[in-house]
């Protein structure tokens, strides 16, 4: 941090210093417990600016930042004490599971594995918990196949009016059946339909030729099969109360009010047609069929792979009309239809961009997708407001990269963009400080949770972490937020391995195996008090046996209640108090902001009532105990 201090008989200007303002204890109830009453309690500080070198030194002692707001856990007293969490990134050594991410992301860019929908030995061995799909009746469609269902000696697709059998019409009926119902099922899991809304029965129907001839494209000559779905679920939702809602929701989806706009928020057949048919393309073309949209029907197209060329075989799974109007504008990042195609079999690009917080309209749609998708958050809900407020906003200063780094981009606070073929697929919302990248949160498409890429983008923040550390020798460590041992979900965290805890009494760092053993004993502990005894408790088995059982617990949803109740100060109930009773003897060199003047809190006694005084000395010490004798003196504490 560069600063310029001029002081004078009792008061300083001082340019680039920190600067917050203190907002009290607080509780409020755990997402972590789901305790009922307000249990997890924290203190807080309003960041009106926050040098990168200020932050560390907070993050070494406990604290976190949500935008502009500094918080740091009051573990001795909260139900669900939070660990601060690292890694030092040269000494990563990734587990097996973690390998089996970075392979199957990379066989995704390859085009050899599309997701769930492919059931070959090697994919279907992985077992990915973020995702479990269904995978009945499906089969591989590799470029150099040519796939339908029931086909005995020739792999290519029947002729609309070809003779069937009735069993080969409903094979091929269920099974398209069963990737409409699929179609469906994603809707409600992403929350572009209500999960009340089910329909009760799918029918898809052979078109014969006489039916065909009333259908008025192109493309008649070669439906095989449509279905009416849609009709039933505009119906539906006609009646639902929030149908406004989530009709917005779906237009933007397909981009289909910019077309229709004599269709806007009126329930149309026409609308889930589009919707359904975008969602389709991953699963129909599995069956030798195309999907198209048509006055409110799906149509299912027989593929004319005769007047196709060697290239455009292999990428036939398309039709036509969605190459041209979703998938291009969707992976040019224009377009709310958020499935990258399954079918194409062409080799993927991943870029990774690093980019200054700021808002972005196309990761806040990402963001929406993500919470409604993942953690259920109601569309409405999820505002533009609160996201702007969590995740863009921020106190810390940029501090620019000398000019000739090629991966180290200054210090700050950035949004990390991962896109595949331009189309942008998840952000990482992190901080790059002088030792460390902290990751602050993780967003995605949901679309792509087969990918695990949750697990993966925590991988590529490492490996970021490794390039720059060429640039900038100072950056070593990658910190993954808090730990909490008795919450199941985050214990993921340490298997990014040989990673450090925060002791929270001396702010010393502990390697996690010598911690982790001791959380069965109490939730709170002095972690460094146990350091010197490590190779005892390791090596002793009846130790071991008693210590290292893991207890089991329910899920957790990931979640902070923003509103918390401010408690009365006390400072029996500070973490750590006992050994750092030294540091808040003396607060008279607390650096203050009053007005637009920077002073130390010992040129304010003499100058104003003794009784506020006190109240001023009780109050600072509580801030010093918390931010450590030297950010008191350093950051400026604003005094209203």
């Known amino acids: 941090m560069s600063s310029k ?22 509780s409020s109830s755990c997402g972590y417990c789901k305790s009922s009453g307000n249990t997890s309690i924290s203190y807080g500080l309003w960041a009106h600016s926050l040098s990168v070198y200020d932050y560390e030194d907070l993050l070494n002692r406990g604290w976190r930042r ?13 139900c669900c004490p ?82 069937a059998t009735s069993n080969d019409v409903d094979n091929i009926t269920k099974k398209l059946c069963n990737a409409v119902q699929n179609a469906l099922d994603s809707l409600y899991e992403t929350g572009l339909l209500p999960r009340d809304l089910k329909i009760s029965s799918i029918v898809v129907q052979k078109v014969h030729p006489a039916m065909r001839k009333r259908i008025k494209t192109s493309t008649a000559g070669r439906v095989g099969y449509s279905c009416n779905v849609a009709f039933s679920v505009a119906a539906m939702l006609s009646k639902h109360k ?8 779906l237009q933007q989806a397909v981009d289909y009010a910019s077309k229709k706009q004599d269709t806007r928020n009126k329930v149309s057949p026409c609308l889930f047609a589009e919707v359904l048919a975008s969602k389709l393309q991953g699963g129909a073309r599995l069956y030798g069929y195309e999907v198209e949209a048509c ?34 504008s969707r992976m040019q990042g224009k377009c709310g239809s958020h499935i990258i195609s399954r079918g194409i079999r062409s080799k993927r ?23 409604i998708a993942v953690h259920h958050d109601r569309p409405d809900d999820v505002k533009e407001s609160s996201y702007i407020r969590f995740l863009v906003n921020s106190p810390l200063k940029f501090v620019p990269p000398s000019g000739s780094e090629t991966v180290f981009c200054g ?52 490996e970021w972490v490794q390039m720059a550390h060429a640039e900038c020798p100072s950056l070593e460590y990658y910190y993954l937020g808090y730990y909490i041992h008795t919450c199941p979900k985050m214990r993921y965290k340490a298997a990014y391995r040989p990673s450090e805890l925060l002791c929270p009494v001396t702010f010393q760092w502990v390697p996690f195996e010598i911690a982790e053993p001791l959380f069965d004993r109490q939730p709170y502990i002095c972690l460094s ?56 003897e003396d607060v008279g060199n607390t650096l203050l902001k009053l007005g637009e003047d920077f002073l130390q809190f010992k040129y304010l006694q003499g100058c104003i009532d003794e009784r506020i005084i006190r109240g001023l000395v009780l109050q600072l010490r509580e801030y010093s105990q918390r931010v450590g004798p030297t950010l008191a003196t350093k950051m400026a504490y604003v005094l209203s």
């Open 5 to 26: 201090v001029i002081c004078g008989s009792n008061k300083m200007v001082q340019q680039d210093v920190s600067i917050v303002e203190d907002q009290g204890q607080y």
């Open 66 to 78: 949500s935008g502009m707001f500094l918080y740091k856990p009051e573990m001795e007293v909260s």
């Open 82 to 163: 939070p660990y601060t969490i690292r890694l030092k990134v040269n000494s990563f050594c990734p587990s097996n599971e973690q390998n089996r991410v970075i392979r199957r992301m990379q066989r995704y860019l390859d085009g050899t594995y599309d997701g769930p929908l492919s059931s070959t030995r090697e994919d279907s061995s992985i077992s990915d918990l973020e995702n479990p799909t269904k995978v009945d009746d499906l089969v591989p469609n590799r470029p150099s196949e040519k796939l339908c269902c029931n086909v005995k000696s020739d792999h290519s697709p029947r002729g609309p009016d070809s003779v």
């Open 242 to 249: 929030e149908a406004d809602t989530y009709i917005e929701a």
């Open 295 to 328: 006055n409110g029907h799906l149509n299912f197209l027989i593929q004319d792979s005769d007047k196709l060329g060697i290239q455009d075989k292999e990428s036939l799974y398309s039709s036509k009309r969605v190459d041209k109007e979703v998938l291009s």
């Open 349 to 371: 690009i991943l870029e990774v961009r690093m980019k200054r917080s700021a808002f972005d309209p196309e990761e806040f749609a990402l963001y929406k997708r993500y919470q």
């Open 411 to 462: 210090f700050g606070s950035f949004h990390q963009q991962y896109r595949i073929d331009g189309c942008l697929i998840a952000v990482g919302v992190v901080d790059i400080l002088p030792s460390c990248l902290s990751s602050k949160y993780m967003f995605w498409e949901p679309d792509l949770a087969f990918l695990s890429l949750g697990k993966y983008t925590a991988l590529k923040e490492i």
């Open 529 to 584: 008090n146990y350091v010197a005894n490590a190779e005892q408790y390791t090596n002793n088995d009846t130790n071991k046996d008693t210590l290292v059982s893991f207890k089991d617990d329910n899920d957790f949803n990931d979640c902070i209640s923003e509103k918390g109740t401010r408690t009365t100060q006390d400072a029996s109930y500070l973490s750590g108090l006992a050994s750092s009773s030294k540091e808040t």
